[in-house]
């Protein structure tokens, strides 16, 4: 989060993202094991973060103006990245509840077609934000 904002940041926790979730034994169309598709959603959660504060910082913020709460973004994202686009804005709050919550925090999503899906949905986000 703030302090990393190297170009390219959000596409690498991705990577890693993808990388535990190879790991996790499926069975079932069910991951078996919790912890690595908690530590996926959590990868790509943080993954949105960077995408979002590559994107602020592209539009003139500094390293120290950045968001440090989930608020924080939601304001920053309505103030810099969608004046007249509140479907941006809805994204971002329905990844927060799916990666962050549901599957990091709760972690609840074991289905595979479900955790493949969130994370699809995470990858088309980042790119809206850096494309």
Do not use: C, W
């Not at 069975?27 to 993954?47: H, Q, S």
């Not at 590559?54 to 003139?60: D, Q, S, V, W």
């Amino acid at each position: 989060m703030p302090g990393t904002h190297a170009e390219g940041e959000a596409i690498r926790y991705m990577e890693n993202a993808r990388e535990l979730l190879k790991a996790a034994s499926i069975e079932d169309n069910l991951y078996l094991d919790k912890k690595p598709v908690r530590e996926a959603f959590g990868t790509a959660y943080l993954a949105i973060l960077e995408a979002i504060n590559e994107a602020l910082i592209k539009r003139g913020l500094t390293a120290k103006q950045l968001p440090k709460s989930v608020e924080g973004y939601r304001d920053a994202m309505q103030k810099h990245l969608a004046v007249n686009n509140g479907k941006l804005l809805r994204e971002f709050g329905s990844l927060y509840d799916s990666l962050h919550i549901a599957g990091y925090y709760r972690g609840l999503l074991r289905n595979v077609n479900v955790v493949k899906e969130e994370m699809k949905s995470a990858d088309r986000f980042i790119k809206k934000l850096l494309h």
